[in-house]
């Protein structure tokens, strides 16, 4: 059994190149219907229980895409690098692009979308957090502070050298 994530964090279940998306949930048992469903109106449904497809019923009015399921990883795997790393959004896509065929770079998003989906995962989970204001008063002042002892050190320097000679 596979699993993605969707943008919002939800899981998306894996079976047979069709994805599917949580429906509801009786106890052990998940019932998973297309998430096609609403645009194309697609009535197949798959039930789980205890992580093990137990019935689906293949009532599908579309055909499989692999390469859709496959942009929907890639675009899974760009959101993780993004939490996890703190590489800038050219190098996460440029290691997310590698060996990808034309038809799963039809499916993705351009890349504007996607350094813009890089840009909100991390303003959501706050990874980049500004400078506030009282840190820059300090690191202010500690640079006024050493710009007044490197001058303080060159004049003592400078009187050491004219004793000296």
């Excluded at 996607?114 to 202010?140: C, D, G, N, W």
Aim: glycine content about 2%.
């Amino acid at each position: 059994m596979e699993y993605v994530l969707s943008e919002k964090g939800k899981r998306k279940f894996c079976y047979n190149n069709f994805l599917f998306i949580e429906d509801r949930s009786v106890d052990t048992k998940v019932y998973w219907k297309c998430d096609l469903s609403r645009k194309y109106k697609c009535r197949a449904r798959v039930i789980t229980v205890d992580g093990q497809v137990s019935s689906s019923n293949n009532d599908y009015n579309h055909n499989a895409d692999a390469a859709r399921l496959e942009a929907t990883k890639v675009m899974q795997r760009i959101r993780e690098d993004t939490e996890n790393t703190r590489d800038s959004p050219q190098y996460i896509l440029s290691q997310a692009s590698t060996n990808i065929g034309a038809a799963l770079a039809a499916k993705l998003p351009c890349v504007g979308n996607m350094k813009r989906t890089i840009r909100k995962v991390r303003e959501k989970k706050k990874l980049h957090q500004p400078i506030q204001a009282e840190e820059r008063i300090s690191f202010y002042q500690m640079n006024l502070k050493r710009v007044r002892l490197e001058k303080l050190f060159s004049c003592l320097t400078q009187d050491l050298y004219l004793i000296e000679s």
